[in-house]
């Protein structure tokens, strides 16, 4: 079955960095656009970054264009999320999934909290 497994969330201080990875399993990684999307308390989930299957730059909304950047290893069935100049407002826990206008699966992982405080 589909498992999504994210990491890599932490505490950071405004400004500052994290990498998170999504290691994925149970379907042909190399053959679906994957994506990163986020949910932070009270508010829906949103999409924040996606590539395509054979990786690139990457697709992003306005809130993190220039700060988050997304990449894949498909040899190692994972997609990574390089996020710089943390904000407060990225602190939300946040999902990987295949699929690129909309996630493919409904079994979502279980997340990786990201807070951005001082």
């Known amino acids: 079955q589909v498992r999504l497994v994210e990491s890599g969330g932490g505490l950071v201080q405004p400004g500052g960095s994290l990498r998170l990875s999504c290691a994925a399993s149970?379907?042909?990684?190399?053959?679906?656009?994957m994506s990163w999307y986020r949910q932070a308390p009270g508010k829906a989930r949103e999409l924040v970054a996606r590539?395509?299957?054979?990786?690139?730059?990457?697709n992003y909304p306005d809130s993190v264009k220039g700060r988050f950047t997304i990449s894949r290893d498909n040899a190692k069935s994972t997609v990574y999320l390089q996020m710089n100049s943390l904000k407060p407002e990225d602190t939300a826990v946040y999902y990987c999934?295949?699929?690129?206008?909309?996630?493919?699966?409904?079994?979502w992982g279980q997340g990786t909290q990201v807070t951005v405080s001082s």
């Open positions: 590539i395509t299957s054979v990786g690139g730059r990457g």
């Open positions: 149970g379907f042909t990684f190399s053959s679906f656009a």
């Open positions: 999934n295949a699929g690129y206008n909309s996630p493919l699966y409904d079994a």
